[in-house]
């Protein structure tokens, strides 16, 4: 048995679900074009103790690597939290990554000191042990 509707009950229902699916595109699209969130390398810089100079080189830097590893997962097509790519891939991307690491680490020994580096390097260590 079919229930029996009201036209404006139907159109309610209608409207509802067309504000409802315009409210999620535009969060998602709004959400797209944000910046990105700065915040966890600007910790990082102030554990470092960097002036200003340093600290807009480094939060530079680190932005071009992050865009780099974001290329190269596009370039392999994985998304890292979908799941684990296959054995095959995942050598080809830790060969890549190694690469944009090994770049960035190039970059920030020519604007850090040789112990902020080392810091820098025992911080990035202590967070990816926490993921």
Known sequence: MKPNLSQPFVRALSAG????????????????????????????????????????????IVDEFQMSVE???????????????PPTVRF???????????????QLSVILTADQLREFRQIRRQRIRMR
């Open 17 to 60: 679900g067309i504000f409802l699916l315009s409210l999620t595109v535009m969060t998602t699209l709004a959400e797209a074009q944000m910046a990105p969130d700065r915040t966890e390398i600007k910790q990082v810089a102030g554990q470092l103790h960097l002036n200003t100079a340093q600290q807009q080189a480094f939060v530079r």
């Open 71 to 85: 290329t190269i997962l596009e370039r392999y097509g994985v998304d890292p939290f979908e799941s684990r790519p």
């Open 92 to 106: 080809a991307l830790r060969s890549d990554v190694q690469e944009s690491v090994s770049l960035m680490d190039k």
